[in-house]
């Protein structure tokens, strides 16, 4: 089934190790996103891209690295895991156009301990 | 700049009830203005959506205009059930150039809970 697929679905982190989510789409969508969502306050744009080899940061991109080698992968690197990086994460992508709204991945949930 | 403002919750009906979320928008464009539900555990699922003024969205029993004159995009229900308890997104997105290209902008959500 066409869609986002992200991986892992559940992870737990002790402080200071790194990690990266994976997500993949196959809708040949050229954006695609990554946003944490807070209780009490909504999701929230890390980084996203336009297109294979262009990244550019969000609202909260600290702590967090992406590239986008190819139109179907846009993985999330945590670098040194904080507790405030405890969060779910959601991976979203969608044509340029921006008419056609997002396809959500069905999200990572992370702890780090 | 480019935000939404969605009523806060949470929002408690009893089933059979009448359902309003109300959404307000600011916008340097012209956005498409969606809703998103995100059911307990999942990730969001695009409801509805409307890409020009007057436009109706619909879905599932579920109801938005796009309104220009009052920038609103209010959800609507006229019999909600147990099974619309999720959280419910109001979103824009815009089709110019530069950094808002692709980006849809969300507002904070607001939780719905149906009781039998």
């Known amino acids: 089934n066409a869609g986002v697929t992200q991986t892992p679905k559940f992870q737990v982190l002790k402080t200071g190790q790194s990690m990266t989510l994976q997500c993949a789409q196959d809708?040949?969508?050229?954006?695609m996103s990554w946003y944490r969502q807070d209780p009490g306050m909504g999701l929230r744009l890390i980084h996203y891209?336009?297109?294979?080899?262009?990244?550019d940061q969000g609202e909260v991109p600290n702590g967090y690295n992406v590239s986008r080698s190819t139109t179907e992968d846009f993985p999330l690197r945590l670098l040194s895991a904080a507790p405030s990086q405890t969060s779910v994460y959601f991976c979203?992508?969608?044509?340029?156009?921006?008419?056609?709204?997002?396809?959500f991945g069905s999200g990572t949930r992370l702890t780090v301990v | 700049g480019n935000s939404v403002t969605q009523m806060e919750g949470p929002v408690t009906l009893s089933e059979e009830a009448f359902l309003t979320i109300n959404c307000t928008y600011t916008?340097?464009?012209?956005?498409?203005l969606f809703w998103y539900v995100q059911y307990p555990g999942e990730g969001l699922q695009l409801l509805l959506k409307?890409?020009?003024?007057?436009d109706k969205g619909s879905n599932k029993g579920f109801e938005a205009t796009y309104r220009k004159e009052t920038t609103s995009f209010h959800l609507e229900k006229g019999s909600v059930q147990v099974s619309d308890s999720a959280v419910y997104f109001c979103?824009?997105?815009?089709?110019?150039?530069?950094?808002?290209?692709?980006?849809?902008?969300f507002g904070r959500g607001t939780q719905l809970t149906v009781w039998p």
């Open positions: 979103a824009l997105s815009l089709a110019d150039r530069g950094s808002t290209l692709g980006r849809l902008y």
């Open positions: 409307a890409t020009k003024a007057d």
């Open positions: 916008a340097t464009g012209y956005p498409s």
């Open positions: 891209s336009v297109g294979a080899g262009i990244t």
């Open positions: 979203a992508s969608s044509y340029l156009t921006g008419s056609y709204g997002y396809t």
């Open positions: 809708m040949n969508h050229e954006y």
